[in-house]
């Protein structure tokens, strides 16, 4: 008699292995009751932070050896970032209403697994194509990753140390491109651009033993009814079709009528999505938060934010690489997140204790707003680089975490996951639009010294535009910001 191929998953799931595939553990006794044991989760999720921001800045050193080797154009060697963050943009914020249902610490766990063993994959690639469908799992396991590294934070720390929970995060993050850029160049230059990959896995293996024992259970999980389905798809098709709109324009070989039909598929989907989520029972995105100014404003900046941090990763190993090598490009370009680094480490510390949240983000995008304006008519060389572009990167790792802390205050913890996955969902669409919008005034612009001034212009009105965004932040009442919402 032939089994039922129901009744023997449902016997496989009751199995205690099975059981324990899905079942969160609980942290040792002894870490539970240290006095500052949330530090030990926050230090963790570190791991996370700076795993996912190194790859994406480590990847773009790998662009010039891509291209030699496959004989691709700037364009198609492009999606080897782009349809990583396209899959970012579609699953984060899923992934964290899945997370908030079924244990943010699971699939944190289980993200570093997949984002590992991807990275081994990718390392080993044959072609471009191959190497471009491995980094797309890769970006699922970073999902899992992403959209809940913030959640973990906000819901282990006290409230009243979030920001500077958080601050220790996005400085993980700076670590991770601070390296980024200097270690791809070196490895790109001596043991080739696999090792780019590769690197990848040490860290991995060592993240998720860590975070089996310090990263603490989820204690309030989420209703676990329905999912907007058509939603996530409308949202995938729409940055889908947007980046592959500017990348066609940016010389990736698709007919006119291609480039112009991707345009207007991003329009009418986002429009279908932007209808689906104020028209469905149970919406991808919980309308609520995006009209909550607080939340929305915030969201805008962290997606002019990134795409300000990530055009320079690819506008200098483009114009300085061709000139001066991977190597010296990546040493330069560190300047930038290592100002990061201290900007969302130090202001905490620097910035007197009085002042919001709103006015940290005010000052930060305003600082960064210079730095682009005054690189504007300066030659493009390291003497100029290297100190604007620490400028810049203090004003945006000051902008950052206070940005977050904002919209992370909003939401209530119970959909913590969600509002993890809508921080990072904006912030890897800002870096593909980065990615996308330089490569494109690259191919507009043939000549390497105007091309880099008018990349820089581009990026100098995005950050003024960060800047109006915090305008309109509510005005919080003395050191308080507004609270949660009520969903």
């Not at 996370?48 to 080797?69: E, K, N, P």
């Not at 009243?160 to 200097?182: F, I, K, S």
């Not at 919008?437 to 100098?460: K, N, S």
């Amino acid at each position: 008699m032939t089994a039922n191929p129901s009744d023997v998953l449902s016997r496989l799931a009751e199995t205690p292995l099975a059981h324990a595939l899905r079942t969160e553990r609980a942290r040792p006794r002894q870490i539970r009751e240290l006095p500052n044991g949330w530090w030990l989760a926050v230090a963790t999720v570190c791991f996370g932070a700076f795993m996912g921001q190194l790859d994406a800045s480590i990847a773009t050193l790998t662009y010039g050896a891509l291209r030699g080797r496959f004989h691709a154009s700037d364009a198609a060697v492009s999606w080897v970032s782009l349809g990583y963050m396209l899959v970012l943009v579609a699953l984060l914020v899923p992934v964290g209403r899945f997370s908030d249902a079924h244990g943010r610490k699971l699939c944190y766990l289980y993200g570093f697994l997949v984002f590992t063993a991807a990275s081994a994959a990718c390392g080993l690639a044959p072609t471009l194509a191959a190497l471009i469908a491995f980094r797309l799992v890769q970006a699922f396991g970073a999902a899992l990753l992403q959209a809940n590294s913030v959640a973990l934070v906000t819901t282990s720390a006290p409230r009243t140390r979030m920001r500077a929970a958080l601050g220790v995060q996005a400085g993980a993050q700076a670590l991770g491109l601070a390296l980024g850029p200097a270690l791809g160049g070196l490895l790109v230059s001596t043991l080739g651009w696999r090792w780019v990959f590769l690197v990848n896995v040490p860290v991995g293996v060592f993240a998720v033993v860590a975070g089996h024992y310090l990263l603490p259970r989820t204690r309030t999980k989420a209703s676990t009814a329905g999912f907007d389905w058509p939603g996530l798809a409308l949202l995938a098709v729409s940055s889908t079709a947007l980046l592959l709109g500017i990348s066609a324009a940016s010389g990736l070989g698709l007919p006119g009528i291609a480039t112009a039909g991707a345009f207007v598929v991003a329009a009418v989907a986002g429009y279908c999505f932007w209808r689906r989520i104020n028209g469905a029972r149970l919406p991808l995105i919980d309308p609520i938060l995006l009209r909550t100014r607080q939340i929305s404003a915030g969201l805008v900046g962290a997606l002019g934010g990134y795409l300000v941090l990530f055009g320079p990763l690819v506008l200098v190993p483009d114009v300085l690489g061709a000139a001066h090598g991977a190597a010296r490009a990546g040493l330069v370009l560190t300047a930038l997140p290592l100002g990061f680094a201290a900007g969302a480490l130090g202001a905490n510390r620097v910035l007197p204790a009085g002042w919001t949240d709103r006015r940290r983000a005010l000052i930060g995008s305003a600082v960064a707003a210079a730095a682009l304006a005054a690189l504007i008519p300066l030659p493009f060389d390291p003497a100029a680089l290297i100190p604007l572009y620490a400028i810049l990167g203090l004003g945006l790792g000051t902008f950052t975490p206070a940005n977050n802390t904002l919209v992370m205050g909003a939401i209530p913890a119970r959909a913590a996951g969600t509002g993890g996955g809508l921080v990072n969902m904006t912030r890897g669409l800002g870096t593909a639009l980065g990615v996308a919008l330089v490569t494109l005034t690259l191919y507009l612009v043939p000549d390497p010294a105007r091309a880099a001034h008018a990349a820089t212009a581009v990026l100098a009105v995005v950050a003024v535009g960060v800047f109006a965004s915090n305008l309109l932040h509510p005005r919080a009442a003395g050191r308080g910001e507004a609270g949660p919402l009520e969903l």
